[in-house]
């Protein structure tokens, strides 16, 4: 079998197949054995239904990979080493310890915060490698809240920010773009990205919620943050709207040579969490737009990494789409 070389335009629709690359899938059952608490929102059946939900005959093309653990080195990338041993070191042996009123861990918290930044990494080494050209990382905790020296909202380690960093550290990359579609703002994403016109920073995200941050005049050190904020029972059309109108044009000027995709599924209507009105298939819709940009910019490469979403049926619906968008575009 050949191997796929090309990887601009058209490679991957060979009317033959010889250059089709596939979509990966990263996950691990630690990320399963992170436990924040009984009636915590962020619960473990939050990926069970996720990989539950692309374990369908459809996604029988995915090509499944066990998510290693990131090293101390790459979490360094995007945080300081005093910062992951405080972290690692909070793990309790049993029990709960809390870093803030929602940030919980338990024994299994630790490795399960690893896997996720390791299955970045990972995918990173696939996408940019070219082994794969695009990548869901059915993980958690979730990152994007998580700042270079403090955790929370859920999160821990930065998983997003550590996968750009480390496509630029062991890959040579220069320019690496993160777009949020999570209901909530990314503080920490963007917290790490502001300073540094190399990297890129977009998000919708309801406004007024939590954390409170991703004003539209939070521009960055050099326009290289977009934040597109939407009130509280915006839908498809004004998410639609700002991902056309704001968000594709800047990451498209940007010219990123790797995207990666903060997916959190919260911003569906029935999701409980907030206020916002998405459905299904606005997940197919921008993700096939993302990869669209991908496409044009960077021969494809683009790196999604699950955030939130915590009504279970519609995070399962919803991340299906998305994972049966990124294989479409392949
Ligand atoms: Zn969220």
């Not at 490698?129 to 909202?153: I, K, W």
């Amino acid at each position: 079998m050949e191997r796929p070389q090309p990887r601009g335009a058209g490679s991957s629709s060979s009317p033959l197949g010889i250059y089709a690359m596939t979509t990966q899938l990263y996950s691990h059952p630690a990320c399963i054995d992170h436990e924040p608490g009984q009636s915590h929102v962020e619960s473990p059946g939050r990926l069970k239904a996720v990989l539950a939900a692309v374990d369908a005959p459809r996604f029988a093309a995915l090509e499944r990979r066990e998510a290693p653990k990131a090293t101390r080195q790459q979490i360094s990338l995007a945080h300081p080493a005093d910062y992951v041993d405080f972290v690692l070191e909070s793990i309790p042996s049993s029990g709960y310890a809390a870093f803030d009123a929602d940030t919980m861990v338990s024994p299994g918290s630790g490795e399960a915060a690893l896997r996720a930044a390791g299955a970045l990494c990972e995918a990173v080494d696939a996408v940019v490698g070219g082994t794969a050209e695009n990548a869901f990382c059915a993980v958690r905790p979730p990152g994007h809240h998580a700042e270079a020296s403090r955790a929370m909202g859920f999160c821990l380690f930065n998983s997003v920010a550590i996968g750009a960093q480390h496509a630029r550290a062991a890959h040579g990359l220069k320019r690496v773009a993160v777009v949020d579609f999570d209901v909530h703002h990314g503080n920490g994403t963007q917290a790490i990205f502001w300073d540094d016109p190399e990297l890129f920073y977009a998000s919708s995200h309801q406004m007024p919620l939590y954390p409170g941050t991703g004003a539209v005049d939070e521009t960055g050190v050099a326009g290289n943050i977009v934040n597109a904020p939407l009130p509280a029972g915006s839908g498809s059309d004004a998410f639609r709207a700002a991902m056309t109108g704001r968000i594709l044009p800047a990451l498209e000027t940007f010219s990123p040579e790797l995207i990666i995709i903060s997916a959190g599924f919260d911003a569906h209507a029935d999701d409980p969490l907030a206020g916002l009105n998405f459905q299904d298939e606005d997940y197919a819709w921008a993700t096939s737009e993302l990869c669209a940009v991908a496409g044009r910019a960077c021969g494809g490469r683009l790196i999604s990494a699950l955030e939130g979403g915590y009504d279970l049926d519609a995070l399962a619906r919803s991340a299906a789409a998305h994972v049966g968008a990124l294989m479409s575009s392949t």
